[in-house]
């Protein structure tokens, strides 16, 4: 009977020296499947939010959604609710803060007290633009003048949703009118927490969730993916200061 061949040393290195040059070429590869799959889930997480604005403005004369300030109990997701009655969709593959609830905690109600410590945790990784609010006030004295959808002169150019940096306190908007400098609207202390002046970049929103940009949503309710120096552009002699986040944009000129 043939005695069983062994493997020698030199062969077993050969084995191992090939597995992993091929660990080196398909690990990331399955990285890059895996985050273009969250980028994905992102994108139509962000489509269905968009064809709900839309809908919660067709059911309130075309309004946009209300935001967490003045009152948190106005906070979009909850005024939403009757149209998804799904809390997971506000929640982004993209988002790593630490500020989520723990699992089984309660969610708040549109009758939760200002001070419940409910209100201390993340419940959206998307924020609306308070230009839309009915709550901005803007520097001509103007209230509430973008709360309605048919406001939007170019509402395929304006975007709407964007996904919340990590590290942003628990809210539901971002205040573009603080951003860049000059900004429109001043005040020091927003301005320090919104705004990056040595990165001429926000502080409020991800900009570079996947492969150095991120997905938005737009007023008129379609989403798609974009790079913040497609993004951020400003036109002063037009009035225009917070580019593509500006309602008042009505497509990059410059």
């Not at 895996?34 to 403005?57: E, P, R």
């Not at 970049?201 to 798609?224: L, M, P, Q």
């Not at 993004?231 to 410059?254: C, H, I, Q, T």
């Amino acid at each position: 009977m043939p005695k069983k061949r062994a493997f020698t040393l030199i062969e077993l290195l050969v084995v191992i020296a090939i597995v992993a040059i091929l660990a080196a070429i398909l690990f990331p590869v399955f990285a890059q499947a895996k985050a273009a799959a969250k980028k994905t889930a992102d994108l139509s997480n962000l489509k269905q939010i968009g064809t709900i604005i839309m809908l919660y403005g067709n059911d309130n004369d075309d309004a946009f959604p209300l935001t967490s300030y003045p009152s948190v109990g106005n906070s979009w997701p909850l005024q939403c609710q009757p149209y998804v009655k799904n809390w997971d969709l506000f929640r982004s593959p993209g988002d790593a803060s630490a500020k989520w609830p723990p699992a089984g905690t309660r969610r708040p109600q549109l009758d939760t007290p200002a001070g419940d410590p409910l209100w201390g945790y993340r419940w959206t990784s998307y924020l609306l633009s308070a230009f839309m609010s009915g709550g901005f006030k803007g520097s001509d004295g103007s209230v509430g003048r973008y709360s309605v959808q048919s406001s939007i002169a170019s509402p395929a150019s304006v975007v709407y949703i964007a996904l919340a940096a990590d590290d942003v306190p628990p809210r539901d908007h971002f205040h573009g009118f603080y951003w860049g400098t000059p900004s429109e609207q001043t005040s020091p202390y927003m301005q320090n927490l919104t705004w990056d002046p040595a990165k001429e970049r926000t502080r409020e929103i991800k900009t570079e969730a996947f492969s150095g940009g991120a997905n938005d949503a737009y007023v008129d309710g379609h989403a798609k993916y974009g790079k913040w120096s497609q993004l951020w552009w400003r036109d002063l002699p037009k009035g225009v200061y917070a580019g593509s986040f500006d309602p008042r944009n009505e497509g990059r000129s410059n």
